[in-house]
T-cell receptor, first 111, second 114 residues
Framework: QKEVEQNSGPLSVPEGAIASLNCTYSDRGSQSFFWYRQYSGKSPELIMFIYSNGDKEDGRFTAQLNKASQYVSLLIRDSQPSDSATYLCAVGGGGADGLTFGKGTHLIIQP | NAGVTQTPKFQVLKTGQSMTLQCAQDMNHNSMYWYRQDPGMGLRLIYYSASEGTTDKGEVPNGYNVSRLNKREFSLRLESAAPSQTSVYFC?????????????FGPGTRLTVL
C-alpha cells in the first residue's frame, strides 16, 4: 500500500525566515506530487505540483523533488503569519487511483 | 464559477439513520472523488468516478455508496450511519484520472454520528 509520510509538527518558524516542509513516499512508481495548504476548518487548497526531478518555483514557494530518494519538499521564503496552516503532501500515480495524502505538517509562523 | 460545492455543511445523525451528501462541480471536470478526513489519519479516498456512469472503490469504501448522477454531480450515501463515520467529508474534482491530474476540493461536510 502506498504511504506518504510527513512530520506532523508543529513546525515553528520566525516571520521572514524560510520554512522547509518535507515528505517521503513509498511507491517508486509515483508520478505526481502535490502540496496543499489547509487552514483550520477549511478545505485543502492547491499550492503547487511537481512531476520532474529538481526544483519548481512559484512566487515565494519552491517545490523540490528527488525521485531517487523518494523525497519531496516545499520551501516557503519570507514566511508570513498568513502562511500558518497545515500543509498536506499528496502523491499520484503508481497504479493507485486518486491521490494518497500524508497526514500533514502543522506550520506556525511566529510574528 | 462556484467550483466544487457540497451540501449540507454540517449534519448530525443518530446511529442507523441514513443520509446523502451532495456534491456538484461547474468546471466540466470528468473525474470526481469523495474523501474523508479524520484527526491523525489524513485524507482517505472513499470512492471515485473517473467519468459519468462509472464509479470505483477507494481505500475505505465500506459503509458507503455513491452515485454519479451526471457529469456535474456525485453523491455519497450512508445507508446506516455508525459513530465510526463521524468525520469531515470532502468532494473533489479533476479533469481525468491521469496521475498528473490536479484535484480541486469542495468546502466539506462535517458529519457527526451519535
Amino acid at each position: 500500500q502506498k504511504e506518504v509520510e510527513q512530520n506532523s509538527g508543529p513546525l515553528s518558524v520566525p516571520e521572514g525566515a524560510i520554512a522547509s516542509l518535507n515528505c517521503t513516499y513509498s511507491d517508486r512508481g509515483s508520478q505526481s506530487f502535490f502540496w496543499y495548504r489547509q487552514y483550520s476548518g477549511k478545505s485543502p487548497e492547491l499550492i503547487m505540483f511537481i512531476y520532474s526531478n529538481g526544483d519548481k518555483e512559484d512566487g515565494r514557494f519552491t517545490a523540490q523533488l528527488n525521485k531517487a530518494s523518494q523525497y519531496v519538499s516545499l520551501l516557503i521564503r519570507d514566511s508570513q503569519p498568513s502562511d500558518s496552516a497545515t500543509y498536506l503532501c499528496a502523491v499520484g500515480g503508481g497504479g493507485a487511483d486518486g491521490l494518497t495524502f500524508g497526514k500533514g505538517t502543522h506550520l506556525i509562523i511566529q510574528p | 464559477n462556484a467550483g466544487v460545492t457540497q451540501t449540507p455543511k454540517f449534519q448530525v445523525l443518530k446511529t442507523g439513520q441514513s443520509m446523502t451528501l451532495q456534491c456538484a462541480q461547474d468546471m466540466n471536470h470528468n473525474s470526481m472523488y469523495w474523501y474523508r478526513q479524520d484527526p491523525g489519519m489524513g485524507l482517505r479516498l472513499i470512492y471515485y468516478s473517473a467519468s459519468e456512469g462509472t464509479t470505483d472503490k477507494g481505500e475505505v469504501p465500506n459503509g458507503y455508496n455513491v452515485s454519479r448522477l451526471n457529469k456535474r454531480e456525485f453523491s455519497l450515501r450512508l445507508e446506516s450511519a455508525a459513530p465510526s463515520q463521524t468525520s469531515v467529508y470532502f468532494c473533489a474534482s479533476g479533469w481525468d484520472r491521469r496521475p498528473t491530474d490536479t484535484q480541486y476540493f469542495g468546502p466539506g461536510t462535517r458529519l457527526t454520528v451519535l
